[in-house]
């Protein structure tokens, strides 16, 4: 029997975390990854729905469908404001098992309501804020794992907890449209619906991108109840908590993770869409998977390159890149009586879905360092117990800067998807959008370089 409540937890201790934390957290961390791999996979089911309500007779404008496949972000990134504040008030354990059930009410909801083409538009509006819950999730996941781990391994502990869980995005984008041409559930999933794909019938069975991963998310949250720990030490009333929002660390690190964490949810949210909208005789779903794939694969690496060469480094260089990227997808769009070309765009958007994930790792890897270095420094000379409450208070500070900075990074699901839907309504093409993302990868750049990775900055991380 696991037990679940520990009330001693030193991992800066190297005999405590090699005889008895290393496994502890380890085992928090792989039950932690399974659940957050399975609320992604849920937050963002409907960047895969969306695309197939049309085959299945609902006539939703491409606008509608623009709003269904941002709304989850909308709800996501407003939830993960209060679930920063859980893990703290309920313990991790508690919260990631109860947070991984709810989301038994949007899967369940998804596979009846797209049975009948006669579900009001309205209803997929309800569904689509219910799917947010997953992306809530993430707030306090991170908030949870920051807990567990020494200094030294955070950056590479939370690379893998996001990096595998965004994992979930390219599991819904590769699964669902393998999965819903195929009868799993028999007369318990309800019949199929016809589809005319190129003067051929075929049945679809999109009820399944709801229903498949309902026993998945029971087990996830029967693994995290009766496997994970509570720590006494990450409680703290909510007064505490909040004083935190009176540095301006912690908005500048929101601003920062809008670039990274923002871009790469946005992007996943509207690739397939904006890939149907510019290139409409590809096969969206056949290629939307792999941005996030790579994204989301190399968010850890962003974590344990930061370890070796400071947060603060990677990720001036990285929205750099992203600058560069983005216009690499303008060059490649199509233009005029241009047609463009799709495998340049893609390479592009996959080099963008690249950086937002290594940005991703790094900008998580300079918060609980930023607080660190801040109590440390205010801790200095004055005993090992004054150190001991630094190190205490820097992680109570950072897990709650990490849930705040995921909630202002998850509106970048809903702001890029929106701003495509926008710029193509307004002008017919996606331009207008991806200049507007340039001048904030801009700004991000700056507040990079001036606070935390010049010579003589305020905080070097």
Known sequence: MVNRVLNQWQVEDPVFWESRGRAIANRNLWLSILALLLSFAVWMVWSVVVVNLPNIGFRFSTDELFWLAALPALCGATLRMFYAFMVPLFGGRRWTAISTA??????????????????????FVLLALLCGLGGGNFASSMANINFFFPKAQKGLALGLNAGLGNLGVSVVQFVVPLIITVDIFGSLGGPPQSWVHFSENKNLWLQNAGYIWAPLLVLAALGAWFGMNDLSSARAPIAEQTLIFRDKHCWLMSWLYLGSFGSFIGYAAGFPLLIKSQFPAVDALAYAFLGPLVGALIRPVGGWISDQLGGANVTLWNFIAMVAAVLGVLYFLPSGTSG??????????????????????????????????HHQRQARDKGPLAQERAIMHANREAAVVMGFASAVGAYGGFFIPRSFGSSIAQS??????????????????????????RRNAPMPC
């Open 428 to 453: 017919g093409g996606p331009e207008l959008a991806l200049y507007g993302f340039i001048l904030f990868y801009l700004s991000c750049i700056g507040v990079t370089w001036w606070f935390y990775q």
């Open 340 to 373: 463009g070309n799709f495998y340049g765009f893609l390479a592009m958007f996959v080099l963008l879905f690249a950086m937002s994930g290594i940005g991703n790792g790094s900008t998580f890897h300079m918060i609980p360092l930023t607080f660190l270095t």
């Open 102 to 123: 709810a989301l038994l009410l949007p899967t369940l909801g998804i596979g009846l309501a797209v049975q009948d083409p006669a579900t009001p538009y309205s209803t």
